[in-house]
């Protein structure tokens, strides 16, 4: 890796900018709150989050024209575009090589559930559901629930990462909360797209073709969010469930690490956050709430190389540092971003975490290209065997 690659590009400065320029309007509604409330706790998140990435601790190697990125002020807060998106990046680096791992043994695949959409005063009480019901979900695929006549073991379920997205409808202005899940099960189930229902359908044409697995869950998902009985009876007799979609993930993982309130940040669909009743009813409805969370295999995203990656990431920093120390000694600065953005024209940002990033993409690289090789030397041997 060079030297001219742990450089962090003006853009990644300029992308910052751009999205915490609406952190102002999340830092009044916090205000408000104090102003009527007189809770501390709104006070320091109207701080925080307004002075999100605005200032930043550096060591200056002046001859050199090199800063090292020592600290950055982040106020971390839910509802802050830049936080959370910096928070889905870090998450799919180090999390992805992990379920790539798991794609040697089992099959990932890209699970999505989704109910009815809601008012504004029902998505506390229906997100509450919605996590207890899903825990109830993974217990049928485990054999601790059986319904007769139905195997749930055949499908070799050994894990799920589920992750909550809650999006609003512009013209009713219902939310649409679902989850995103990567689910492990066993390889080469075959599983056949042989049924058409109205999910199937996008504005009158035919996109999706649903696998009995996704038939069941559909059923499954239904009968447990509306508290009815799950026999094989009640299932036969259920003519369509709530809309259930499983695909192949394909090593694409980052539905499942992005924010909850992704489409609230954008202007095209409304940026909807911004508007103050939306937002607090976001608030009351996603505050202490766990937006991911891993079961089974994936339980806590046992990270298995974090101690290696920590390890080489600190060994390859401290050179690079050193190296940087036996030319000349830096001088502390403190910067705003404005500042950085400037003079990142003719001086050079570096960061400990930046390295880190780069690091996680080439090892997940060659990981991709391991995979690529093995399945390839898969296809030959089949086909030597055929011919043979």
């Known amino acids: 890796m060079s030297f001219a690659e742990r450089i962090i590009d003006r853009g990644y400065f300029q992308d910052l900018k751009c999205r915490t320029s609406h952190n102002y309007q999340i830092a009044d509604f916090y205000l408000d709150k104090y102003e009527q409330t007189k809770e501390a706790k709104f006070l320091n998140k109207s701080k925080a989050i307004d002075t999100c990435c605005k200032w930043w601790d550096v060591d200056f190697f002046e001859q050199l024209k090199i800063k090292n990125i020592k600290r950055v002020n982040l106020c971390k807060d839910k509802f802050c575009f830049n936080c959370q998106s910096m928070l889905a990046i870090r998450r799919q680096l180090q999390f992805g090589p992990i379920l790539d791992t798991f794609r040697k043994t089992y099959d990932v695949y890209h699970l999505v559930l989704t109910v009815p959409n809601c008012e504004g005063e029902e998505l506390l009480p229906l997100l509450k559901r919605m996590f207890k019901k899903f825990q109830n979900l993974t217990r049928y695929f485990k054999g601790q629930a059986k319904v007769k006549g139905i195997d749930f073991l055949k499908y070799g379920y050994v894990g799920a990462v589920r992750a909550l997205e809650v999006t609003q409808n512009q013209v009713t202005k219902q939310f649409h909360p679902h989850f995103h899940c990567m689910v492990l099960l066993k ?185 690529l090789e093995a399945e390839e030397q898969g296809e030959f041997l089949d086909k030597w065997l055929e011919d043979w």
């Open 187 to 371: 390889k080469d189930l075959n599983l056949e797209e042989k049924y058409i229902n109205k999910y199937s359908y996008d504005d009158g044409v035919l996109v999706h073709k649903f696998t009995e697995l996704e038939i069941l869950l559909q059923k499954l998902w239904y009968l447990l969010m509306n508290d009815e009985r799950v026999t094989a009876k009640t299932l036969e007799e259920l003519k369509l469930g709530y809309d259930v979609q499983m695909t192949d993930s394909e090593g694409h993982y980052h539905e499942v690490f992005k924010y909850a309130c992704k489409g609230a940040f954008d202007e095209d669909k409304g940026a909807f956050l911004y508007k103050e009743l939306t937002f607090w009813t976001l608030y009351e409805a996603l505050n202490n709430r766990r937006m991911i969370q891993g079961y089974g295999k994936l339980y806590n995203f046992e990270d298995l190389d974090g101690e290696i990656l920590e390890n080489e990431l600190t060994e390859m920093y401290e050179k690079m540092i050193s190296a940087l120390n036996d030319f000349e000694k830096p001088s502390f600065k403190i910067e705003s971003l404005d500042d950085i953005i400037e003079r990142s024209v003719y001086c050079k940002y570096i960061s400990k975490s930046n390295l880190k990033r780069l690091i996680m993409e080439r090892r997940k690289e060659l990981l991709a290209k391991n995979m």
